[in-house]
């Protein structure tokens, strides 16, 4: 059991790497695609056929097709993972070493939201607003063809922030407790609340079940996200007055249940009172009008560089649970 957990522990560490190194290649497959298509097969085949056949919707029985969906797709996922992972360590210890640290490198998306976000800010900075748009419209579900440069900026800033909790955190502390099979099965719940969880017309009962066991499974994450992110803002604030720990420790007491979700204002709050920014707010998706709280206060006015500050605080708050997680697992191998 010993050596497993240290093989785990390297793993883990060595997938924390990778993932600041590469990040996901768009040449290579990726396993989150593979779930996603999965996903659409299920919808098809469980709701899609239904309704392209003009019946009458029931929605109890659409609540029922989507828990089956959710159980469905999650067991394949782990059982696919597991055997895996299994096959590699039985062949031979390194590759199930090599192979561990690439799947939990496909878990985390630290580098992937800090690319897609700069490329965000790199068009800002060449004062091309149209592409930045372009570029927004590819990370967030908001129509962004009218927004202006600081609606931009603020977008950019709420994505980073919120997707360091469902993006980061919780893929990197649910991977260290059950190894990739765990990772991938928070992904795989993850996934289906981002296709399937839209309280619309379609999706609002088969859906149901995805998205309140995504918030289930980001409750804890979330929170923890929020926490080290409040101690990572008063780390950065020691080196620059750009942020302020204080007041993002205000700001996350008073604005961290300012949305729909109980879990997407949590670090959401934090990087707003960490930066003297008030995000959220009424927004068009798909040219609908939805109204939200907003969160923080407009201490100033959004400029270009906040995109890169939030992501320095996604990497201090991933840095922060990186250590603890790993000096954990250390100290668990050598008792």
Same mark, same amino acid.
């Given at each position: 059991?010993?050596?497993?957990?240290?093989?785990?522990?390297?793993?883990?560490?060595?997938?924390?790497?990778?993932?600041?190194?590469?990040?996901?290649?768009?040449?290579?497959?990726?396993?989150?695609?593979?779930?996603?298509?999965?996903?659409?097969? @299920?919808?098809?085949?469980? *709701?899609? $056929?239904?309704l392209e056949a003009g019946r009458t919707r029931n929605g109890? =029985? !659409?609540?029922r097709r989507g828990v089956l969906t959710w159980?469905?797709?999650?067991?394949i996922v782990a059982l696919v993972t597991l055997a895996l992972l299994g096959i590699c360590?039985?062949?031979?210890?390194?590759?199930?070493?090599?192979?561990?640290?690439? @799947?939990?490198?496909?878990? *985390?998306? $630290?580098?992937?939201?800090?690319?897609?976000?700069?490329?965000?800010? =790199? !068009?800002?900075?060449?004062?091309?607003?149209?592409?930045a748009r372009f570029a927004l419209s590819m990370i967030v579900g908001r129509d962004t063809d009218k927004l202006d440069a600081e609606d931009v900026v603020k977008a950019a800033v709420e994505t980073v922030a919120e997707n360091t909790s469902d993006g980061v955190i919780a893929p990197l502390f649910y991977t260290a407790i059950g190894g990739p099979v765990l990772g991938f099965i928070y992904k795989a719940v993850n996934t289906q609340d981002s296709m399937l969880g839209?309280?619309?017309?379609?999706?609002?009962?088969?859906?149901?079940?995805?998205?309140?066991?995504?918030?289930?499974?980001?409750?804890?994450?979330?929170?923890?996200?929020?926490v080290l992110m409040i101690l990572g803002s008063r780390i950065l604030s020691l080196f620059s007055n750009e942020y302020n720990g204080k007041r993002a420790r205000?700001?996350?007491?008073?604005?961290?249940?300012?949305?729909?979700?109980?879990?997407?204002?949590?670090t959401e709050s934090v990087c707003a009172g960490a930066l003297g920014l008030k995000l959220g707010g009424t927004h068009?998706?798909?040219?609908v009008i939805v109204e939200k709280p907003t969160i923080g206060d407009e201490i100033r006015k959004p400029e270009t560089k906040d995109i890169k500050r939030a992501n320095n605080l996604m990497?201090?708050?991933?840095?922060?649970?990186?250590?603890?997680?790993?000096?954990?697992?250390?100290?668990?191998?050598?008792?």
């Amino acid at each position: 059991m010993k050596e497993l957990m240290l093989y785990h522990t390297i793993s883990l560490g060595l997938g924390i790497i990778l993932d600041q190194i590469i990040g996901d290649p768009h040449s290579m497959p990726h396993p989150i695609r593979a779930i996603g298509y999965l996903i659409s097969l @299920l919808e098809n085949r469980f *709701l899609g $056929a239904q309704l392209e056949a003009g019946r009458t919707r029931n929605g109890k =029985k !659409e609540k029922r097709r989507g828990v089956l969906t959710w159980f469905i797709l999650v067991l394949i996922v782990a059982l696919v993972t597991l055997a895996l992972l299994g096959i590699c360590y039985w062949i031979n210890i390194y590759i199930g070493v090599l192979v561990e640290a690439i @799947l939990t490198c496909y878990i *985390l998306a $630290a580098r992937s939201l800090y690319r897609e976000s700069m490329a965000v800010y =790199k !068009e800002l900075e060449r004062q091309d607003l149209n592409t930045a748009r372009f570029a927004l419209s590819m990370i967030v579900g908001r129509d962004t063809d009218k927004l202006d440069a600081e609606d931009v900026v603020k977008a950019a800033v709420e994505t980073v922030a919120e997707n360091t909790s469902d993006g980061v955190i919780a893929p990197l502390f649910y991977t260290a407790i059950g190894g990739p099979v765990l990772g991938f099965i928070y992904k795989a719940v993850n996934t289906q609340d981002s296709m399937l969880g839209y309280r619309n017309l379609r999706y609002e009962n088969y859906g149901w079940f995805a998205a309140k066991a995504d918030d289930v499974f980001n409750f804890l994450p979330s929170r923890l996200s929020a926490v080290l992110m409040i101690l990572g803002s008063r780390i950065l604030s020691l080196f620059s007055n750009e942020y302020n720990g204080k007041r993002a420790r205000e700001i996350w007491l008073r604005d961290r249940l300012n949305h729909k979700s109980p879990n997407s204002a949590q670090t959401e709050s934090v990087c707003a009172g960490a930066l003297g920014l008030k995000l959220g707010g009424t927004h068009l998706y798909k040219g609908v009008i939805v109204e939200k709280p907003t969160i923080g206060d407009e201490i100033r006015k959004p400029e270009t560089k906040d995109i890169k500050r939030a992501n320095n605080l996604m990497f201090i708050t991933e840095g922060l649970l990186a250590v603890i997680l790993l000096t954990v697992l250390i100290l668990i191998t050598m008792i």
